[in-house]
């Protein structure tokens, strides 16, 4: 299948930031600007829940426990996704992936990111 590359997680300390990226496939690069676009974590042990959004107009939702710590952007030069990381909590320990869609949904693999207590 047909999968977003992700880029950007790693191990952290407390207060620490990561910035994690999702670039698109060959196949809607040309469409890049349609496509709505978020990312998703899984806590160990937890559901998979939703993180941050942004539509292909660039209106922005995030989840509640990360408002004002993490930033969701795109670049339609770029074709990439990005979610940048500030103050990071153990709490944000998790995999997480990216999702594009339109008619069509996008997923990535998943990139871990641990961060110390």
């Known amino acids: 299948q047909v999968q977003l590359v992700e880029s950007g997680g790693g191990s952290v300390q407390a207060g620490g930031s990561l910035r994690l990226s999702c670039r698109a496939p060959r196949m809607i690069t040309s469409v890049f600007n349609m496509y709505h676009m978020g990312w998703y974590r899984q806590p160990p042990g937890k559901q998979r829940e939703m993180v941050a959004t942004i539509t292909n107009s660039g209106n922005i939702a995030y989840e509640d426990s990360v408002n004002g710590r993490f930033t969701i952007s795109r670049s339609g030069s770029r074709k990439i996704m990005y979610l940048q990381m500030n103050n990071l909590k153990y709490e944000d320990t998790g995999v997480y992936y990216c999702?594009?869609?339109?008619?069509?949904?996008?997923w990535g693999q998943g990139t871990q990111v641990t961060v110390a207590s």
């Open positions: 999702k594009f869609w339109n008619h069509q949904d996008y």
